[in-house]
């Protein structure tokens, strides 16, 4: 099995990005968040560890790239926290740079300021989720993450040295995250120059994570899921007519704060102000 793959090779109507490739360095993350999608396809998810025969693999497959544009990682964070000390993802990332990839990171983790001089010398771009500013929140959608206030302390740091930055307001979740203006406003203040967000989509594992870590919420949430919500893609949405008001007012707060914005999977493209994924920040790209 390769390890650089198309992204989304489904196809899915939902998904708005440009053609790239993915790689995960890692299979499973240790930052545990409870409303994490991939624990539902990727067996032992929480249990993190490199990919086998990683950086071979890489380096064969490496060979046959024409400047791509690749993202890191879209199902396991490259960071986790045993990157700190293991450095595989640093060392893909100096494979890939020398074949002179546009490379996408995705990640909720400080450590990739560790990567920020390879990430100069290349095309790239990083995209920080930090779906609450507040920190008790971000403790119990997502224990074993950076606080939110060193996931803004990171994106700082990155865009004064030049690497563009996109944070992703990723799930939003009513009653919990849903009016986050200081986020906004903190993200436009430093420097970032897009906004992506996204709703919290049901899986039966990643409910049950919730419903455990905030059962008040889960119970106001069931209704909106279980009675009121569409199946889209496997997965449990919220009623059309709420998604659009959640993300029209994320819209409209990104507009306010002269930022760019897009959706994440939810058919609501007309939203969209730049291409989705943010991956129009990086130099060359349109």
């Not at 771009?125 to 779906?131: H, N």
């Not at 030049?162 to 009513?174: L, N, S």
């Given at each position: 099995m390769s390890l650089l793959v198309r992204f989304d090779p489904w196809h899915s109507s939902l998904c708005t990005c440009p053609p790239?490739?993915?790689?995960?360095?890692?299979?499973?993350?240790?930052?545990?968040?409870?409303?994490?999608?991939?624990?539902?396809?990727?067996?032992?998810?929480?249990?993190?560890?490199?990919?086998?025969?990683?950086?071979?693999?890489?380096?064969?497959?490496?060979?046959k790239l024409k400047g791509e544009l690749i993202s890191i990682s879209n199902s396991s964070d490259p960071y986790p926290t045993v990157e700190a000390e293991a450095g595989l993802?640093?060392?893909?990332?100096?494979?890939?740079?020398?074949?002179n990839c546009q490379i996408?990171?995705?990640?909720?983790?400080?450590?990739?300021?560790?990567?920020?001089?390879?990430?100069?010398?290349?095309?790239?771009?990083?995209?920080?989720?930090?779906?609450?500013?507040?920190a008790e929140t971000a403790k119990a959608l997502e224990p074993y993450a950076p606080p939110p206030e060193e996931r803004l302390k990171t994106a700082e740091r990155l865009a004064a040295e030049?690497?563009?930055?996109?944070?992703?307001?990723?799930?939003?979740?009513?009653y919990v995250n849903e009016n986050p203006e200081?986020?906004?406003?903190?993200?436009?203040?430093?420097?970032v120059r897009h906004i992506t967000a996204s709703t919290y989509k049901v899986k039966m594992d990643n409910w049950q994570r919730l419903s455990l870590a905030m059962p008040k919420i889960a119970e106001k949430l069931k209704p909106l899921y279980f009675e009121k919500g569409e199946k889209m893609a496997r997965y449990l949405y919220l009623p059309k007519g709420l998604r659009i008001r959640?993300?029209?007012?994320?819209?409209?707060?990104?507009?306010k704060y002269g930022l760019k914005f897009?959706?994440?999977?939810?058919?609501?493209?007309?939203?969209?102000?730049?291409?989705?994924?943010?991956?129009?920040?990086?130099?060359?790209?349109?």
């Open positions: 790239k490739l993915t790689f995960n360095p890692y299979t499973g993350c240790d930052h545990r968040c409870v409303y994490c999608y991939a624990s539902s396809y990727v067996p032992r998810f929480f249990e993190c560890r490199p990919k086998k025969d990683l950086l071979l693999r890489l380096r064969r497959e490496a060979i993802t640093r060392r893909c990332l100096q494979i890939l740079a020398e074949c996408q990171i995705i990640t909720k983790s400080n450590i990739v300021l560790r990567d920020m001089d390879l990430l100069k010398r290349a095309s790239s771009m990083v995209a920080l989720t930090i779906t609450t500013d507040d030049g690497i563009p930055v996109v944070i992703r307001i990723d799930p939003i979740i009513p200081f986020l906004v406003r903190a993200a436009a203040e430093i420097g959640l993300l029209e007012n994320l819209a409209k707060l990104a507009k897009a959706t994440c999977r939810e058919g609501l493209k007309g939203l969209n102000t730049a291409t989705c994924d943010g991956s129009w920040l990086i130099k060359g790209r349109s």
